[in-house]
């Protein structure tokens, strides 16, 4: 089992930034892709950024140039740097893992076995 916690989410301007984290622990072997998805009300789960035990990252094409992945996996963390945030990226924001390795790696919903609870990013004009 692998449990993660996000923080860092939060209240923000257009074209201000945040950061989130996700600390990750327990079966941490397994962990193999993580990513970052979001989700606002009365939509489905989005998949934002991913990245692999390389960190090879991806990113959705709605925040290419704006949003960055990283991990310090001596620190079990996993980073989501906003930048240039707009109205649109306004979520709640999940962090995930998966036991798989996967091309991409994906950026979607079903390749990732576990999930945060979730941290809101609310940015306002």
């Known amino acids: 089992q692998v449990h993660l916690k996000e923080s860092g989410g939060g209240s923000v301007q257009v074209g201000g930034s945040l950061r989130l984290s996700c600390v990750f622990s327990?079966?941490?072997?397994?962990?193999?892709?993580m990513a970052w998805f979001r989700r606002v009300p009365g939509k489905e789960r989005e998949g934002v950024a991913s990245i692999d035990i390389n960190n090879y990252d991806n990113y959705a094409e709605s925040v290419k140039g704006r949003f960055t992945c990283s991990k310090d996996t001596a620190k079990r963390t996993l980073y989501l740097q906003m930048d240039s945030l707009r109205p649109e990226d306004t979520a709640m924001y999940y962090c995930?893992?998966?036991?798989?390795?996967?091309?991409?790696?994906?950026?979607?919903?079903?390749?990732?076995?576990?999930w945060g609870q979730g941290t809101q990013v609310t940015v306002s004009s």
């Open positions: 995930a893992a998966s036991r798989s390795r996967l091309p991409g790696p994906p950026l979607k919903e079903l390749a990732y076995d576990y």
């Open positions: 327990g079966d941490i072997p397994s962990v193999n892709d």
